[in-house]
């Protein structure tokens, strides 16, 4: 068992495709306002609705196992509830459905609270305190430290809200109720210590880009200090409400299902106005453009929240759109294209309910077929039939789990309370590449080959067969650590090559992409830093030895890291590193950008270390009747980046962020596309 495979490395896949599943069964209608929740182990429950093809409303429970890729209809027991539309549904503790709200048949908002126990299939209605919130529908909802926070929605009148309070899940005591932000068909979650609402129709009832936060740390209206969130999982669809029957009467739908009307509630809170003004600071930011902004006037919007990011699946509409997967970075505030909808979404499909699991590293869309059917039977678009299953892991989103916040990990100790790391690895980094003479320990050596040595095949065109390789100095290593977080070389040592009996090992990679490595395997983190952390090029280099061992948690890393801080002076070599490590999906990326910056990349160090062949094939990325166009050309279609007149000035806005207005004499600030209020 050699340490490295060899050099010569091409990709063999053809990148990642979204997968879609047919399902069979009890296929619910396409109910408008119902709640779609993904539940863990390959489980999805439907409830309520509207069937905008019967006029009926109901409250059914329907579960779908994507293992078996069926739809049953789940006998429930209990305090049903009465049938509703656009009500929330929030995976509770793991094992229930946290249900508020809703519009039933009469056109009644509620405001009542219902459990739904998925092991016993059981209702209960708990006993609430405090006073409850008015009956909303189309509102958001989403659950942290034990609190269901509500805000927004439509009520009585087709008044938008904008209120928010919470039900605290551990007393059942409703909070007061807060003046926020009017909308409904938005989507909420909590990070970093705030509720954020991005999305949705506001009270002039225009679809909006905008995104607004309430701070919630350290308030004594909020209680506690919040912690790490998830978002609601329940998101509506963004159609408009369809005139629905006064009858209480009992009907049988397309669907063959009798609607349960005969149990309702409608328990509906006194209005509460004005609201007081919250305890934490609220700000919002308006995008105006960007090249990589979505437009929620166009396509069917999807909005969740991983990792750090939301995520806006942007899928086809009735007419034809640009579709796309983008995402906007929360702590930067920047949107970033991750694929072309064309590369996800089958055309001839539409998506009414997008559910994701409580990792963030799954997406479902759920959605029928377009084309009505040619024998005269039922449409196949009057039902929920087919669902398309998305690994975000594919497009670089680690997943709420490894994005968590590196303060709440456990800090290192008190030698190295310093350290820009957290955790044992603070300390563990102190004996990396450390000779044994300093006590340190080490009890192994790796080389490499040099860093300018691979440059020069690079240059040759990677022709290196007849010449003797040059070997780097020493790393200085632990055989214990590396057979704790390197599997290969655990296999390696447990069958006592070569390496076991000399406790030496040549890597046939760049020196400073295996050190950054290795480095990783001490600390557990190849985040930037001005001194000790890896750079972009290191990263690119530390993805094919993902590649090449078999790691994909730091393969996962590194796709991560290069696709947000993707720039022109490594652009051409991830490009290449992408396309050597198999990763097609950054590749791509990693394409587009360098055909969108081409004058800038070829003049790059990064561009002229890729081999005669690589150059080629880098030119072939553009499409056949591509054409290189000169910047004044540029300038007249208004493709580029335009910067503020000089009489606009920058100010800091109320948020705190720096935008449009400060006197800092630099008139020539870009246009990022975003107004701070």
């Not at 995104?211 to 919040?226: K, V, Y």
């Not at 009798?258 to 007081?276: D, I, K, M």
């Amino acid at each position: 068992m050699s340490a490295s495979p060899g050099r010569n490395r091409k990709a063999t896949t053809e990148g990642y495709k979204p997968k879609l599943i047919t399902t069979i069964g009890a296929k619910p209608a396409c109910l408008v306002n119902a709640s779609v929740t993904y539940v863990g182990d390959d489980k999805i429950y439907a409830f309520g609705g509207f069937d905008q093809f019967t006029d009926e409303v109901y409250n059914h429970v329907l579960k779908l196992d994507l293992k078996d890729r069926k739809w049953n209809l789940v006998d429930n027991y209990g305090d049903i509830p009465g049938v509703r539309m656009g009500h929330t549904a929030c995976l509770w503790q793991g094992d229930k459905l946290l249900v508020f709200g809703g519009e039933n048949e009469h056109r009644q908002h509620l405001a009542d609270v219902i459990v739904f126990d998925l092991k016993t299939a059981h209702w209960t209605q708990p006993e609430l305190h405090g006073t409850a919130p008015r009956g909303r529908a189309r509102h958001s909802a989403v659950i942290c430290d034990e609190k269901l926070y509500i805000s927004g929605g439509q009520t009585g009148h087709d008044s938008v809200l904008d209120d928010i309070c919470y039900l605290d899940l551990k007393t059942w005591t409703w909070s007061r109720t807060w003046r926020f932000v009017p909308r409904y068909d938005h989507t909420s979650w909590i990070w970093n210590g705030r509720i954020w609402i991005f999305g949705g129709i506001n009270d002039d009832m225009e679809k909006t880009n905008e995104i607004w936060w309430l701070d919630l740390r350290g308030s004594p209206g909020f209680e506690t200090a919040m912690h790490y969130g998830t978002v609601d999982r329940t998101l509506l669809s963004t159609r408009h409400r369809f005139t629905t029957p006064g009858s209480s009467s009992l009907a049988t739908g397309s669907t063959g299902y009798t609607a349960n009307s005969s149990v309702q509630s409608s328990s509906l809170g006194p209005s509460r106005s004005p609201y007081s003004v919250p305890p934490g600071s609220i700000s919002s930011l308006k995008f105006h453009s960007s090249p990589n902004l979505p437009s929620q006037a166009a396509g069917m919007h999807f909005h969740v929240f991983t990792s750090g990011c939301m995520l806006d699946f942007v899928t086809p509409a009735e007419l034809s759109c640009e579709t796309s997967l983008c995402s906007l970075e929360l702590d930067t505030l920047r949107w970033q294209k991750l694929a072309d909808g064309k590369d996800m979404y089958n055309p001839n499909y539409r998506w009414h309910y997008c559910t994701t699991n409580a990792e963030g590293t799954h997406a479902w869309l759920l959605g029928s077929p377009a084309e009505p059917a040619t024998d005269g039977s039922v449409s196949p678009g009057e039902y929920l039939s087919d669902v398309l299953a998305i690994d975000l892991r594919k497009y670089g989103i680690l997943g709420n789990g490894l994005a968590a916040d590196p303060r709440s990990k456990i800090p290192s100790s008190d030698a190295n309370v310093s350290s820009y790391l957290s955790g044992i690895g603070a300390d563990l980094i102190s004996t990396f590449d450390m000779p044994p003479a300093s006590g340190s320990g080490a009890d192994f050596e790796i080389t490499t080959e040099p860093d300018d040595f691979e440059d020069d095949i690079s240059a040759t065109g990677g022709n290196s067969s007849t010449e003797v390789a040059p070997v780097s100095q020493p790393i200085h290593v632990h055989q214990y650590i590396l057979c704790t977080r390197w599997p290969h070389f655990n296999r390696l040592w447990r069958s006592q090559m070569t390496e076991y009996h000399t406790k030496k090992m040549h890597i046939p990679e760049p020196y400073s992409a295996v050190r950054a490595f290795l480095r990783y395997l001490y600390s557990d983190s190849i985040a930037p830093h001005p001194t000790n952390g890896p750079t972009l090029k290191d990263v690119a280099g530390m993805l094919v030895m993902c590649n090449i061992y078999d790691m994909p948690r730091l393969q996962l890393f590194c796709v991560n890291r290069l696709s947000r801080e993707l720039d022109v002076e490594h652009a051409a070599i991830i490009w290449e590193r992408a396309g050597t490590a198999n990763e097609e999906w950054l590749k791509r990326r990693a394409a587009a950008f360098c055909l969108n910056n081409w004058g800038k990349v070829v003049r790059t160090a990064g561009f002229r270390a890729l081999g005669s062949l690589a150059i080629m094939e880098l030119c072939a990325e553009a499409d056949v009747n591509a054409r290189v166009v000169g910047g004044e050309e540029l300038e007249m279609l208004g493709q580029l980046d335009r910067s503020f007149p000089g009489n606009r000035k920058r100010s800091l806005g109320s948020a705190g962020v720096l935008t449009a207005g400060e006197e800092d004499g630099d008139d020539d600030v870009e246009d990022d596309g975003m107004d701070v209020n």
